[in-house]
């Protein structure tokens, strides 16, 4: 079955670090792009950043400085490194990815930054 799987989410502190997996099917991984989106109850989804399989990446605004994204092809696992988290990063992440033209999502980790 292809899917992809998040994991990492917790409660961290405002200033904190986290880092968020993503295991992805290889068929999944193969293709050319996979990205992290968030969403908080109410809103839309939000692009959060991008890694082609080249290893080119690009964030929201928000994010840029503090926000890594980067992919181990041997172990087909993304990553989301989260450094100077502010309350405003708490959301439900996740990661997505292609098959072909359709996307594919995981199920979402929560990321709570509070004191």
Same mark, same amino acid.
């Given at each position: 079955q292809e899917r992809l799987?998040?994991?990492? &989410?917790g @409660?961290?502190?405002?200033?904190g670090s986290l880092? @968020?997996?993503c295991a992805a099917s290889p068929r999944i991984f193969s293709n050319k792009v996979m990205? $992290?989106?968030? =969403? +908080?109850p109410g809103?839309?989804?939000e692009f959060? &950043?991008? /890694?082609?399989?080249? &290893?080119? +990446?690009d964030y929201t605004d928000s994010v840029k400085g503090r926000f890594s994204i980067s992919r181990d092809v041997r172990r087909n !696992?993304? %990553? @989301? =490194? !989260?450094?100077s988290l502010k309350p405003e990063d708490t959301a439900v %992440? %996740?990661?997505?990815?292609? /098959?072909? +033209?359709?996307?594919? $999502?995981?199920?979402? +980790? =929560?990321?709570t930054v509070s004191s």
């Open positions: 799987v998040e994991s990492g &989410g @409660l961290v502190q405002p200033g880092r @968020l997996s990205a $992290w989106f968030r =969403q +908080t809103k839309e989804r959060v &950043g991008r /890694i082609t399989a080249g &290893g080119a +990446t !696992m993304m %990553y @989301l =490194q !989260m450094s %992440y %996740y990661c997505k990815g292609f /098959i072909g +033209t359709a996307e594919v $999502w995981g199920q979402g +980790t =929560q990321v």
